[in-house]
């Protein structure tokens, strides 16, 4: 809590009552007399054209799917395709007042929405605005294909690129919007304002909150509309994407033009079903989705629930929520109603359902009480609906001709190169600001009172004379990623970082000190205890453009953001097709001493997950180098700090950690010491027990140990590590992971497979013990010490003379353990 803000408890204890306001339910009732005034004749027609599209674009697949043929083509597509027929007017309605500068997010289910969204895009952008996106598009490629022997106008032409970017992506096609590599639950178009769609159930809830907040932190003009489904409020990334959404802070701390509400709309598609579990009286308790709101800040979230059969509707509440951002008094939630006639996919057989209620909606079709209602009014004609109808018809089959064409639309060649998508997962850039400009900070540098004091500091662990420099004196391993992140936020002025206690507190272990007197809450501030939300709303932030720095505040609450970790920061680099960019670090300290929940070192399951780079210093030089090449990159990065050195000084760079710029580069192993006898392999803090097994080796047995510290998990160059093995025969491996299914393992395995004619003995794995981490005074039987070591070395891999051994590391006792499964 900012002392700005004083709790009183003689106000906080006086009784009172809360008082909720009144959430409209499908209030709309304006007449087509009314919205004649609002609509020309023009719009009322686009608004029916634009459902009739999505209709027939979803009727198509629907019938590819269940039948392998449209209008005479046959095809076979195995892959998803979860429709949106009975959703049109939602759609509709919430793209039309949209801009290309408004960015959407959604789901599964979101066909619709990206067509919708396009037509809007394609009606407000000029000529030469469209042909531009289209020419400019990996390299105008899909342009070509609907360009050949076309004839029309560019926005019909535009109408074009849209279905086939479209269809060429659902079926996996180069020239798909996302390069065949997002496919028919992941595809979006950014330059249409269209952002990510997310298999992920509610997926969206955060990144999207994420996408706001770089509106606003970044002042870009739009609004960021989330797009879920009804079931998904039952998702924590959701609610805690809410949460996020709507902290006070934004109006009672943060200034200036960036005080007031995110630029944010939920608007959930409330088709009210899951796949078959009905939200409203079965699966969720609240009757009326918009409730919600009620629960989650004064303004009950402007909540509305709204007919997403009537388009106008939308439209109109739409028009009316967008006022309210305006005003910057956002989020809102929006209940919009609506109802899926397909099925959850076309497989679905709507055993949950029955017929009367599936025709029940089919009577109040949108479209057809729509266009009655248009043609009732004098607006449009049967014939011309008709034609509407006939003229999207023959543009889908066009287009869905061309898409599924091998020779015009073929897939990634991965018979030509096999590792064409291995070379997507990374951006592998080096960028020092992700947009020009002056970054925005409350004082210079210099008259930061951390980095005055850091002028003080001694910068190598031993003064001139030898001896060990004092704690307060010393430069410390925290030290170093404080000097990279400000380095950083003066000289990018996207840079942002959020997290719990990031703030006043200066970050849980005192990382962060400082930073709080340096920058505006817009730039450095506390999030709720939302871990999912923290890194999604990161990935949300980076894939708009903007560089970021969230907090995990330890290694074992990663679980709370499993989801973002494993499945959307990894992933959405290649599933783009490369047209995103993640410049996110994520830092996660990695604790001790607070027994089972606080202690784990996960780096193993991050490593694991194909498109992220993990890292782990253990010397502040380290960590300063790593944390500049993180933020001057733009990929992901799991950048973890152990607990236990945060306060070290450096021991190895002999000048002392630089006070200048420099980076460290990803994958390079460091040999911190250097021997002939044996080679131990480290992972973080590690180091500092294998450098002590290197003294007793050389006192006791007269044996040279050299020790390499690891410091990059993904990506890792093996050369220094083989030169070595190649060197000493012999190698040793150690972290504070649990060894079972952990990165050493994976490491002693690609070392045998790349020395194994090197090696005089199996590469040994010395991690923890494969259990809870017990409290701080029996960690001692938990962690690697430096007694497993000589005792794994004495027998797995060479005897030490009149070596007794502490605990038992023998092969039988792998064995038993495994067998034991502990
Ligand atoms: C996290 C997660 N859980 C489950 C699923 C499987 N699944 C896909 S769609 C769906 C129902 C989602 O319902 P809702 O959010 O209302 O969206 P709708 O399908 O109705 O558009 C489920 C359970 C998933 N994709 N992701
Ligand atoms: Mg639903």
């Given at each position: 809590?900012p ?206 909150v994420g996408?706001a907040l770089y509106k606003k932190i970044n002042r870009k ?23 996020f959404a709507?902290m006070d802070q934004y109006r009672t701390l943060w200034e200036g033009e960036y005080k007031g509400g995110l630029p ?64 910057k ?106 947009e020009?400009g002056t970054a925005q900070v409350l ?46 936020f003066?000289?990018d002025p996207t840079l942002a970082a959020w997290?719990?206690?990031n703030r ?11 930073l709080t007197e340096a920058l505006p809450y817009n730039r450095l501030f506390n999030s ?9 709303t990161a990935?949300?932030y980076?894939?708009?453009?903007g560089r970021v720095i ?273």
């Open positions: 809590m002392k700005s803000q004083n709790i009183n408890p003689k106000v906080i204890r006086q009784p009172k009552f809360i008082e909720f306001d009144k959430i409209p339910v499908n209030q709309y009732s304006k007449t087509i007399e009314e919205e004649k005034k609002v609509y020309t004749k023009d719009d009322f027609l686009r608004i029916y054209n634009d459902m009739v599209v999505i209709r027939e674009f979803e009727t198509m697949l629907n019938l590819i799917k269940t039948t392998n043929e449209y209008n005479g083509i046959a095809y076979n597509h195995p892959g998803p395709a979860h429709l949106s027929i009975g959703q049109e007017a939602a759609a509709v309605g919430m793209a039309y007042t949209l801009s290309p500068d408004d960015y959407i997010f959604g789901s599964h289910r979101s066909h619709g929405e990206i067509l919708a969204k396009g037509l809007s895009a394609i009606h407000s952008l000029d000529e030469d605005s469209l042909y531009y996106v289209m020419k400019n598009y990996f390299g105008g490629d899909a342009l070509k294909v609907v360009e050949k022997g076309f004839q029309g106008s560019i926005k019909e032409l535009a109408v074009n690129f849209l279905l086939y970017g479209a269809l060429a992506e659902i079926f996996a096609r180069e020239n798909g919007f996302n390069k065949g590599l997002g496919g028919s639950m992941h595809a979006f178009f950014t330059p249409f304002g269209v952002y990510p769609n997310n298999a992920i159930v509610g997926g969206s809830g955060d990144i999207s996408a003009p739009g609004i960021v509309v989330c797009n879920i489904g009804d079931a998904s409020m039952g998702c924590g990334p959701v609610w805690e994407g809410i949460c709507t944010l709309i939920f608007n959930f598609m409330n088709n009210l079903y899951g796949m078959g579990g009905q939200t409203m009286g079965e699966t969720m308790g609240y009757d009326i989705l918009a409730r919600v709101g009620a629960g989650v800040n004064p303004e009950s979230m402007h909540a509305e629930r709204v007919d997403g059969y009537n388009p106008l509707a939308v439209i109109d509440a739409f028009r009316r929520k967008k006022r309210i951002i305006e005003e008094k956002g989020p809102v939630l929006l209940d919009t109603l609506t109802y899926r006639i397909s099925g959850h996919s076309p497989s679905d057989a709507s055993s949950y359902r029955s017929k009367e209620e599936i025709e029940a909606w089919q009577q109040e079709d949108s479209i057809l009480s729509y266009g009655k209602t248009i043609v009732g009014a004098g607006l449009a004609t049967q014939d011309q609906l008709d034609e509407i109808t006939a003229n999207t018809k023959e543009k889908l089959t066009q287009m869905l001709k061309l898409s599924i064409d091998d020779n015009i639309s073929p897939r990634i060649n991965m018979q030509k190169d096999p590792d064409s998508i291995g070379k997507m997962m990374f951006s592998n850039n080096s960028v020092d600001r992700m020009e004082m210079p540098m210099e008259e930061n009172q951390r980095v005055k004091s850091l002028k003080t500091k001694e910068r190598y662990y031993i003064d001139k004379e030898g001896k060990p420099v004092s704690k307060a004196r010393l430069y410390q391993f925290r030290d170093g990623i404080f000097e990279a992140v400000i380095d950083r003066y000289k997290g719990e206690e006043d507190w200066g970050g849980a272990f005192a990382v962060y000190r400082g709720p205890i939302s871990e999912g939300a923290i890194v999604g990935i949300g980076g894939m708009c453009g969230a907090e995990i505040m330890y290694c074992d609450f990663l679980g709370r953001s499993g989801d973002e970790v494993f499945n959307q920061l990894p992933k959405w680099q290649a599933m783009s097709g490369n047209i995103i960019k993640m410049p996110v670090v994520i830092r996660v300290s990695v604790g001790s001493k607070y027994g089972a929940q606080h202690s784990q070192d996960w780096s193993s399951l991050t490593a694991h997950i194909p498109g992220l780079k993990v890292v782990f210093p253990a010397t502040p030089y380290d960590a300063k180098g790593l944390m500049n090449t993180a933020l001057q990159g733009t990929d992901p990065v799991i950048y973890f700090e152990s607990q236990r050195i945060y306060d070290i000084g450096e021991m190895f760079h002999t000048e002392g950690v630089p006070e200048g710029y420099y980076e460290i580069p990803f994958g390079e192993p460091d040999v911190k010491r250097t021997g002939d006898d044996i080679t131990i392999l480290t992972i973080g803090a590690t180091l500092y027990p294998a450098l002590k097994v290197a003294e007793i080796l050389k006192e006791k047995y007269g044996l040279s140990a050299e020790v390499i510290d690891a410091r990059s998990l993904v990506p890792f160059n093996y050369d220094k590590v083989i030169e070595s093995v190649k060197k000493t025969g012999r190698i040793l491996l150690a972290s504070d992971a649990s060894s079972r299914g952990s990165f050493l393992k994976e490491m002693a395995q690609t070392i045998t497979e790349l020395a194994f004619d090197y090696l005089d003995a199996p590469p040994m794995v010395v991690g923890s013990r494969n259990w809870i981490t017990p409290a701080y005074e029996m960690e001692e039987y938990f962690f690697p010490q430096p007694d497993w070591f000589l005792d794994a070395i004495h027998e797995r891999i060479m005897p030490l003379p009149g070596h007794q051994c502490k605990t038992d590391q023998s092969a039988e006792k792998q064995a038993e353990l495994n067998k034991e499964g502990v």
